[in-house]
Structures are given as structure tokens and as C-alpha cells.
């Protein structure tokens, strides 16, 4: 891929993540009409499931190829469908928690403290897939960590929020989103690496379950408010916003990450950190203290450092034994 079409990704990849957090934020704290979470979530992978359908007809070729597809890898294969369900849970527990971190917390410090999936990805990563860190990888790891920890000692306050919060209860569920998102994602990305079944299939049998699993969520959690209130309560244009950029979003970063190295992966999300941080002192008043921003920095640096590429010490060590028979036979 071309530096512009790299640029691009960039851009849009840092937008979406920044635009999202601010977005969901606004909508859980302007609104006295405060609508259901829940069936936003549900909503967002029906879209996703509608999207998916589109790109796999683009991807076979016609509508018949299509329908063939599903019948054979989504309908034909229950074990493959059961198996998704596993992801599909998790992530939709991950979304919902989204929501009530964001309802809780300012979008910066959300951004911030949500980078967290990054060492808790490692580790599944390490566990599930056999994989190892390098030790500036494990370094980086750390240091975000303790940058974290920063922002939480003495997270920033926004003065412009009238609605009651509890840091504690948003704290909670960003650790339950970060614990979802590691598992989960390494959890698809072993799923799809063990076949060869087109990406858009396996999307298709995740969000199958995934409107299933999100249906069920929203009669338990608010089923007698739902029924009461309607299903579409408090929606505004701007929730039906922040749904379309949890629904194309995902699907977006999911295709463009290929184009894309962890540097500019690891710029992304930094620039989303401070495209929000800035976004949260304009909107919410947000009040930015030392530790805060001591902590950021920290976030951001590790999540460059984490990006770099490992160096490659097979091919040093090989260098360095012929260089070494070479002196040898010189010697001689």
C-alpha cells in the first residue's frame, strides 16, 4: 500500500476511535431522556450483520454465491456457529461496558485507561497462541501500566457533567471491557487462522450469535423498562451516530489494521488520546491535572514502543558466526 492510502487508514482509523468515545460520552450525559444501552448494542451488530452480508456478496460475486456461502459454512455448520458464540458473548459484555464506563467517566480518561486491552492482549496472546514479547515489548507493557495507574490516582474532572458518576462503577467495567476485548480478539484471530474460511463468513456466524446474545441482554438487564418505554427510548440523532461508528467502525479497523503496520497502529491510538483529551476540555470542561497528563505521556510512548518491530536475532546471530569463520579463515 501506498504512504497516502497508509495516511488515510491513519486518519480515519484515529478519527473513528476519537469521534466514538466523545460521541457516547455526550450522549449519556445531555440527555434527561436517557436511553437503553443495551439495545444500541443490539442494534450495532445488526447493522455489522447487514454490512458483512454486503461485503461477502461483493466478495463472491453475486447474491447466489452468496446465499450458497451462508448455507454451507453459517447454516451447514452448527459446531462453527456454537464456536462463534463464544466471541460474540464476550464482545457483546465488552460493548455494554463501553456504556457504562462512558457514562461514568470522561472520554479522555476512558481513552487512556481503555489501553489497557494492550498488555491484557499480550498476555492472551502469549497463553493461547504460544506467541513470545520481546523485552522492550514487556518494558512497554509495564510503563503503560504505570501510566494508567497515573491517570487513575488522580483522574481529571469535568465541570460541565451535572449527572451523578461513580469513577469506581466506570473503573469497574473499563477492566471488565479490557479483559473481553484481550480474550475475545485473540480468541477470533486462533478461530480464523485454523481455516480458511472467508473473513465475512466468519463475521456473519459471530453476529448471528451476536444479536441473539445482545437480544437476550436487553429483556434481562431492561426487559420491563423496554416493554414499558419502547425499544428505541431517548434515541436522538446523535445516538444513532455513536451506533453507526460502533457498527462501521469496527468492521473498518478490521480491514485497514492488514494495510497497516503497529506504529502507525500505535499513532493511532495516541492521536485518538489527545484528539479526545482536547475534545473533553472544549465540550465537558474537562480539567487537566499533572498526573493525568504525566500518565498519558507515558500511555502514549509505550504504545509506540510497543509497535516496534522486533529485532531479528536469527538472522544477526547468523551474520555473526560467518563474519566469525571468516576471521578464522583469514587467520589461517
Known sequence: ASILFKLYCL????????????????TRTVSSQLYFSTTAVCIAEIIKLFISVGLLVKETGSVGSMLSSIREHVFGSPKELLKLSVPS????????????????????????????????????????????LSKLQW??????????A????????????QVEQSPLLGFVA???????????????????????????????????????????????????????????????????????LASVGGLYTSVVVKYTDNIMKGF???????????A????FGLQITVSFATGALLVCVSIYM?????????????????STSKEKLLAV
Open 150 to 161: 497515573l491517570v487513575q490516582w488522580k483522574p481529571a474532572e469535568a465541570s460541565n457533567i
Open 89 to 132: 458473548l464476550v464482545y457483546g459484555i465488552q460493548n455494554n461496558m463501553a456504556f457504562v464506563a462512558l457514562s461514568n467517566l470522561d472520554a479522555a480518561v476512558y481513552q487512556v485507561t481503555y489501553q489497557l486491552k494492550i498488555p491484557c492482549t499480550a498476555l492472551c496472546t502469549v497463553l493461547m497462541l504460544n506467541r513470545s
Open 306 to 322: 510497543y509497535g516496534l518491530p522486533k529485532q531479528d536475532t536469527t538472522k544477526l546471530r547468523t551474520d555473526e558466526s560467518s
Open 174 to 244: 473499563i477492566a471488565i471491557a479490557v479483559l473481553c476485548s484481550g480474550f475475545a480478539g485473540v480468541y477470533f484471530e486462533k478461530v480464523l487462522k485454523s481455516s480458511d474460511t472467508s473473513l465475512w463468513v466468519r463475521n456473519i456466524q459471530m453476529y448471528l450469535s451476536g444479536i441473539a446474545v445482545t437480544l437476550a441482554g436487553v429483556y434481562m438487564t431492561d426487559g420491563a423498562q423496554v416493554i414499558e418505554k419502547g425499544f428505541f427510548y431517548g434515541y436522538t440523532p446523535w445516538v444513532w451516530f455513536v451506533i453507526s
Open 11 to 26: 486518519t480515519v482509523m484515529t478519527l473513528v476511535a476519537a469521534t466514538y468515545t466523545v460521541a457516547l460520552r455526550y
Open 280 to 283: 473533553s476540555v472544549i465540550l
Open 268 to 278: 493511532s491510538a495516541a492521536a485518538a488520546i489527545i484528539l479526545s483529551t482536547i
Open 139 to 148: 518494558f512497554s507493557v509495564f510503563m503503560l501500566c504505570g501510566g494508567v
